[in-house]
């Protein structure tokens, strides 16, 4: 195999790799990464193996969680197991008691300063370069299951690549195919159009959603 083919099947073989992000060591929670998520029975190089299907961004539990005992993450309290959470379970919200939302004029400011943490190194920019010099992400081609949401991309190149999965293109104002008066009577019209049922917004076509959490308690969850 010469050196080229080599290097490509690696990065592939990676790019399938089950993977979670745990953010802190005693978190009992982690977020899978791969993209729309892993199927039941996967099995991740700790030997970790999930019980259900886990979608891409939401949590897995990490080892058994009790009924009544916290639910980690970032170090923090986000909630108790509303009843027994196995390891390998999805940990979405229906699974977990949230507190009291305190008013907002008594939260308490953030005080915990974190420990410094090792510069990144050997990773590479998976987003995009503009001519300029600056970047953007890749966003996520996810709605919510609550309410349609629609995905409005700021470039045409993004918009024409991810043509089944971006709702609208307002990078016509940058390109010039539109005035931002014409684009936002256009979003509008869009907007009425989903919101009356007659145009269904990507995300509820494929059917891939996140859940809507009102409050956390965290400081990010």
Same mark, same amino acid.
């Given at each position: 195999? *010469?050196?080229?083919?080599?290097?490509?099947?690696?990065?592939?073989?990676?790019? +399938?790799?089950?993977?979670?992000?745990?953010?802190?060591?005693?978190?009992?929670?982690?977020?899978?990464?791969?993209?729309?998520?892993?199927?039941?029975?996967?099995?991740?190089?700790?030997?970790?193996?999930?019980?259900? +299907?886990?979608?891409?961004?939401?949590?897995?539990?990490?080892?058994?969680?009790?009924?009544?005992?916290?639910? *980690?993450?970032?170090?923090?309290?986000?909630? &108790?197991?509303?009843?027994?959470?196995?390891?390998?379970?999805?940990?979405?919200?229906?699974?977990?008691?949230?507190?009291?939302?305190?008013?907002?004029?008594?939260?308490?400011?953030? /005080?915990?300063?974190?420990?410094?943490?090792?510069?990144?190194?050997?990773? &590479?920019?998976?987003? +995009?370069?503009?001519?300029?010099?600056?970047?953007?992400?890749?966003?996520?081609?996810?709605?919510?299951?609550?309410?349609?949401?629609?995905?409005?991309?700021?470039?045409?190149?993004?918009?024409? *690549?991810?043509?089944?999965?971006?709702?609208?293109?307002?990078?016509?104002?940058?390109?010039?195919?539109?005035?931002?008066?014409?684009?936002?009577?256009?979003?509008?019209?869009?907007?009425?159009?989903?919101?009356?049922?007659?145009?269904?917004?990507?995300?509820? *076509?494929?059917?891939?959603?996140?859940?809507?959490?009102? +409050? /956390?308690?965290?400081?990010?969850?």
């Amino acid at each position: 195999m *010469r050196k080229e083919e080599h290097v490509t099947a690696t990065a592939t073989t990676q790019a +399938f790799e089950p993977r979670y992000i745990r953010l802190d060591p005693h978190d009992n929670v982690a977020i899978v990464v791969n993209d729309l998520g892993l199927p039941a029975r996967t099995r991740f190089p700790c030997g970790l193996e999930l019980r259900s +299907f886990v979608p891409q961004g939401h949590r897995v539990a990490l080892s058994d969680i009790a009924e009544g005992e916290p639910v *980690r993450r970032y170090n923090e309290v986000i909630g &108790t197991a509303a009843k027994p959470i196995l390891a390998g379970e999805w940990v979405d919200e229906a699974r977990i008691h949230m507190p009291t939302p305190p008013e907002l004029d008594k939260l308490e400011l953030a /005080t915990a300063v974190p420990a410094p943490q090792p510069p990144l190194e050997g990773y &590479t920019f998976e987003g +995009f370069r503009n001519p300029d010099g600056s970047v953007g992400g890749r966003g996520t081609p996810y709605g919510l299951a609550a309410a349609p949401v629609i995905k409005v991309s700021t470039r045409t190149e993004l918009a024409r *690549r991810w043509k089944d999965l971006i709702d609208f293109d307002a990078g016509r104002i940058a390109t010039g195919e539109a005035t931002i008066e014409e684009t936002g009577w256009d979003l509008f019209r869009l907007i009425l159009e989903v919101a009356s049922g007659r145009t269904k917004v990507w995300s509820d *076509r494929w059917g891939i959603h996140n859940d809507l959490t009102l +409050f /956390t308690p965290g400081p990010v969850t």
